[in-house]
């Protein structure tokens, strides 16, 4: 088991709104990719970073769009969609997506619509 399934969102979630906004997006940008991937509207994400869920946690509470086999590329060197493990696949999903967004890639590219 991977050490990042024990840490809790709230955690890392200001690094991903740094990442964001030093490339001139916002965060609430972040929580569009975020709400878009997990499902979880502006109220559920603040209470699951208010309680310090973990990612563990936080993706099994997740309803995961349908659409994320459609984000493909790499993390750190990694193939997104060659990553074995269910749960760390879908932390990097939504590493891609930040990515993404602090390269700026358009909104509608990034949620694949």
Known sequence: MSRIFTVSVASV???????????????SEVREVFE???GFDD???SKHLADGTT?????????????VD????SVCG?????VEDPLMRQIRYLDKLVDELAKGRPMAKILRS
């Open 36 to 38: 878009w991937l997990t």
């Open 13 to 27: 979630y200001p690094h991903y709104v740094t990442k964001a906004e030093r490339k001139g997006r916002t965060e």
């Open 78 to 82: 990694v193939k997104v969609q060659e």
């Open 43 to 45: 109220a559920q994400l």
């Open 55 to 67: 990612f563990e946690d936080f993706f099994a509470a997740a309803t995961l769009n349908p659409h």
């Open 70 to 73: 459609q984000i493909t590329g």
